[in-house]
């Protein structure tokens, strides 16, 4: 997981008026900034298809356990 | 059943029902990695517009998402006036109307926060990410901390682009 580069983000949350909370920084140290960077490569077309298909695999494996405990 | 959000998009977009996509669905245009089952959009209270919300849903089966079934609701343009905030489950998937958010206000207070991106095909109205993070942080839920932690680390790496 890439490492959050801490006191750039707050600068950069403080510039759009945020104050930077001590629960959601501490939350943020699980967040992986890989998955970020690749999507801010994609465009939001790419992004809304990707999370569609990936919704369909959700459901798809969501029956696919359904029909294995027999329900 | 899976949201077919591109059906939805496309459904809103072709009846020219004016509504900002807020929520998940927002985040993912921001290029969040976290899934969202549902679509959220504020909509704009005028008479037209919830006219052409009720008849651009009409043929999808609108019904209150977990209200037990046969109740007398149509989701028509009468009822939207009545009411506010809806969530609903429709053939399309399950999407919220929302007059109103908390951090956030009502469509008009929402529109110069938004861009316009273009999606399946259509332009639609987003919510920009610093108003997305306003409106989560006001509504100060704590299954939204994780997804807050998430929308401030992209804003952060977006920045540094």
Do not use: C
Request: net charge negative; hydrophobic share 40%; no cysteine.
């Amino acid at each position: 997981m890439a490492q959050s580069d801490g006191p750039d983000d707050q600068a950069i949350l403080r510039r759009f008026g945020f104050e930077p909370d001590p629960v959601i920084e501490a939350y943020k140290k699980d967040v992986d900034r890989s998955l970020l960077r690749q999507n801010l490569m994609r465009s939001p077309d790419e992004r809304w298809a990707n999370l569609a298909a990936a919704v369909r695999l959700a459901e798809e494996m969501r029956r696919a356990g359904a029909r294995s405990r027999g329900d | 059943m899976a949201t077919d959000f591109g059906g939805l998009t496309s459904v809103l977009a072709d009846n020219g029902v004016e509504v900002i996509v807020i929520g998940g669905l927002a985040a993912q245009a921001h290029g969040s990695a976290r899934l969202t089952q549902d679509a959220d959009f504020v909509y704009r209270r005028s008479p037209e517009n919830m006219e052409r919300l009720a008849t651009a849903l009409a043929s999808y089966r609108p019904y209150l998402r977990g209200a037990p079934p046969g109740l007398p609701f149509a989701f028509d343009a009468e009822t939207i006036r009545r009411g506010l905030n809806f969530t609903l489950t429709t053939t399309l998937g399950d999407v919220d109307f929302l007059g109103e958010i908390v951090g956030g206000g009502k469509y008009e207070d929402l529109e110069p926060h938004t861009s316009a991106l273009s999606v399946f095909g259509r332009e639609v109205l987003v919510i920009d990410l610093p108003a997305l993070i306003r409106a989560k942080r006001a509504a100060g839920r704590p299954k939204d901390l994780e997804a807050i932690a998430e929308l401030e680390a992209l804003l952060a790496e977006r920045e540094r682009i």
